[in-house]
Each structure stands twice: as structure tokens, then as C-alpha cells.
């Protein structure tokens, strides 16, 4: 599957941005999505994750309560919305498929171009 991901920007602290992953080629249902980010100088973290059905969604502790990931599979598209930003949550986010439901980046095997957040304080 290939995925294209959009939506980032500069926003100033406080502000919302909404993040979304459109996906071609092979049935997206059939695939866990996930949003992953990397700040400068540091190494890609995971942020969020969706079952096969959206069901089912986690979240790393920082962003619980601020982000929501969801997704519209009729679209093909995966959504980050992401609330109450932060100067730390500037990064560059990558949305990613896999056959699983999990939180590490070697669980996914498809990986968008990434987008980049950044914060202003």
C-alpha cells in the first residue's frame, strides 16, 4: 500500500492541526494504521494507532487527551487530529500500515513521505 500524508504546518501553541494519510493500491481495510513522529535530533517515536475496523485506538501517554486518531475507510484515509499543541510536539509525522495492531515501527511495513508540525511558542 502507498500513503501519502498532509496537513502539517505552523501553528502557534495552544492551536489544532488535522493530519491526513490517504492510501492507494491494496484494500486499506485490511491494514492497522499508524502515526509515528521524529523530532530533530532524535529518533521516531510512536504516537497513535487504529485497528483494521477503528475499533480499536492507543496513544502514547504524551499526546492521550489531545490527539485522536481515526480513519475513514470508504476514503482510504487515516486522520491525526491533534489539539492543545506544544512546542515538543513539533517533528515530522509518518503515517504507517501493517498487518498488526501495534505500537513499534518494525510492525508496519508501509510508510508515508511524512509531514512536517511545527510549534511556534
Known amino acids: 500500500v502507498q500513503l501519502q500524508a498532509s496537513g502539517g504546518g505552523l501553528v502557534q501553541a495552544g492551536g489544532s492541526l488535522r493530519l491526513s494519510c490517504v492510501a492507494s493500491?491494496?484494500?486499506?481495510?485490511?491494514?492497522?494504521m499508524g502515526w509515528f513522529r521524529q523530532a530533530p535530533g532524535k529518533e521516531r517515536e510512536f504516537v497513535a494507532a487504529?485497528?483494521?475496523?477503528?475499533?480499536?485506538?492507543f496513544y502514547t501517554d504524551s499526546v492521550k487527551g489531545r490527539f485522536t486518531i481515526s480513519r475513514d475507510n470508504a476514503k482510504n484515509t487515516v486522520y491525526l487530529q491533534m489539539n492543545s499543541l506544544n512546542v515538543e510536539d513539533t517533528a515530522v509525522y509518518y503515517c504507517?500500515?501493517?498487518?498488526?495492531?501495534?505500537?513499534?515501527?518494525?510492525?508496519?511495513?508501509?510508510w508515508g513521505q511524512g509531514t512536517l508540525v511545527t510549534v511556534s511558542s
Open positions: 493500491g491494496r484494500a486499506f481495510g485490511a491494514y492497522s
Open positions: 504507517a500500515a501493517g498487518p498488526g495492531f501495534g505500537v513499534t515501527a518494525g510492525q508496519y511495513d508501509s
Open positions: 487504529i485497528s483494521r475496523s477503528g475499533a480499536s485506538t
